[in-house]
Structures are given as C-alpha cells and as structure tokens.
C-alpha cells in the first residue's frame, strides 16, 4: 500500500461537568437529543451517563484530522454550554467518585456489568483511540507486532489521569491502572499472519471467553468492522495540537514500518513482558521518567528516546506534510503532558477545582 496516503480517524472521550460543582454530571442524552442532525453518527453514549465519545470522518491526512477533532469538540461543547455544563479531555477527572455515576442503558453496557460487575462500575475513565487506515490485514497484523514496542512512548506523552477519587495517585496515566483491571488488555500478542490472529477469536469465542473481537481490548488492535489499526493505548488528551501531535506521530510510526517492509528490513519483535515493563514506567513517569532500550540493554531517559524515535520517522514526515504537528512533540517533551500541568496546578493552588478548571479551559482551546 502507499504509506504516503494513510488515513487517519480519531475517537475522544470526553467528560461532562457541571461548572459549578466541578463534578462529573449525568447529561449525555440531552447533548445527543440535541445534537442529533449535527452529529449523525459521530457521537455515542460511553458507559456511564457523564461520559461522552466522538468518532472522526475517515481523515485523508492530519489536516483533516484537526478540522475534525476541532469541530467536534465545538459542536459537543457549545451545546454543553447552552445547558450550563461544560466538557473536559483527560484520562480520569481530579476527584468525582465512580461510586457516583450512573451507567448508560444500553444493551451492551448492561452485560459489561454482569460480566464484570465492581471491575466495570470503577471505569470512570477515558482515552484517545487513534485508527489508521491498513486495508491489507496480514500488513495490519505485521505493523501491529512492530508498533507495539513504540506504544509506551506515545503513552508517555499522553498522559493526563494523576489524580483519581480527589488523590494525587503518584502516576501520570492512572487510567491504564484502571483500565488493565479488565481482561485482555495491555501489550497486543504477536501473531504471525491475520489467519493466525482470526485463529486466537475463534478459540476465544468458541469457548466463550468473548462473543465478539471487540472485546479485545488491547493497545494495539486490529478492528474488527474496519480496516484499521487502533492505537488505543493513549490518555484522552486534553489540548487539541497536543492530541494532533501524537496522532501524527502513530501515523508516522506506522508510515516507517511500511516503509522498511517496503525495503525488506523490519523492526525487531520484542517480549510482550517487556513492553510491558516500559509501560509502566509511562504510566508512573510519564516523559519524565527512563524507558528502556533494549538493543543496548540500559535505561534512558523518555525524552531522549521519544527524540531520537522523531529521527527515526523524520524521512517519512514530509511526506506525510505533517511536519508542524510532529514538531509539537518537542514541545510536550519541554513541557510536559497534561499530567504535568495539572500536577502543577495543584501544588500552586491546592484545588481540584482549579485544575478542573484549567482542563475545561484547555479542551476548548482553538474551537
């Protein structure tokens, strides 16, 4: 396939708030009632009742992503706005409680309760899932098996859930904590070939551990309706250009794979139980922590990894023209995430309030 036309499609979960409280509220029906004409499609009811997800159009490049997400977020929070509530990106909210939430009535979510009960009901979580376009399903296998060493990177700079029932959790990306409570999460396998993967659902189904693919739940997925590969693993992120930017880079990374494919080489395959360590250390450090590299078989510090993985991709950046929004990397590297800021906030004004604010702020900036 030609690397240089991937589409992209982004999915963001987002919070609803009343403006007041700073808490979480239970109003997505009335954002869908109302929103109905202008959204066709493009916006479903999550698990519980303060949750809201938008799905992009199919993105012929980055550009087109941007217009997208931007013009989402406006839609979702204008009407938010006009009945006095407002909308938040961020992997965890600073401090309502999941014991508070109320769960959507939906057909589906009802039996993720039955199936997980307490393990479900502690979801109050929400994440950026970026789709890029692989029509060829044994190449969507291959990338996946490459991409997977990369994952822990871009969750680095993703990460926005420090704080979770109004604690400081001592982690950038408490929601993968939560998250990884459920099964088949984490980490994809490696699968040689998409007959081999087709293989692994259908011992799963036929014994009844799922009923259908989309229960699995891993980083990294082939989807099962669509002809992508979702990356799955980031935090929802909370600035517009920061989450273009990390879009840009999945999309870049997968433009790299194919293009060493293309030249018969491959990236190595590492351990599942290896990645698995580097994603810990995102999730507890964020970019501020070290990953580890492997080849050499010592730490190093996140920045200069995620630096030297810009390298990597640069040959294939402008072609992509995505040039700007990959720059942007380095200035989350500079920064930090969202998890920085909001840690930040709170040690100058000891307020969840405050960094509520700060996020409803940031969501909507560029809308």
Sequence with gaps: MNWKELTIGIEEEYQIIDPES????????????????????????????????????????????????????????????????????AGTHPFSRWQDQIITDKERYKTLLKDMNLIAQ????????????????????????????????????????????????????????????????????YFESDQDYQRYINTLINTNCIDEPTKIWWDIRPHPRFPTLEFRMCDCTTTITDAIAI?????????????????????????????????????????????????????????????????????VVDELGTGDEIDHIRTILKNGSSADRQIRKFEETQSMEAVVDMLAEETVMGC
């Design 22 to 89: 700073r808490e979480l509220t239970s109003f997505i029906s009335e954002i869908l009632d109302q929103g109905a004409v202008l959204f066709r499609d493009q916006v479903k009811p999550e698990f519980l009742q303060s949750q809201i997800e938008t799905g992009s159009h199919i993105c012929r490049n980055i550009k087109e992503a941007r217009q997208e997400v931007t013009r989402l977020r406006s839609i979702v929070s204008d009407i938010a706005a006009r009945n006095n509530r407002k909308i938040v990106a």
């Design 122 to 189: 502690r979801l109050l979580i929400f994440g950026m899932h970026v789709h890029i376009g692989i029509p060829n399903k044994d190449l969507r296998i291959d990338v996946m098996n490459q991409a997977a060493y990369f994952m822990p990177h871009i969750l680095s700079l993703s990460t926005s859930s420090p704080f979770w029932a109004g604690r400081f959790t001592g982690l950038k990306s408490y929601r993968c904590v939560v998250f990884e409570d459920l099964p088949r999460t984490g980490p994809p396998e």
């Design 247 to 315: 879009a840009a880079l999945i999309q870049a990374v997968v433009a790299k794979l194919i293009r060493l494919r293309e030249n018969n080489q491959t990236w190595r395959i590492y351990r599942r139980g290896l990645i698995a360590e580097n994603k810990w250390r995102a999730i507890k450090d964020g970019v501020d922590g070290k990953l580890i590299d492997f080849g050499k078989q010592e730490e190093v510090p996140a920045r200069f990894l995620i630096e030297e993985l810009l390298e990597i991709v640069s040959d």
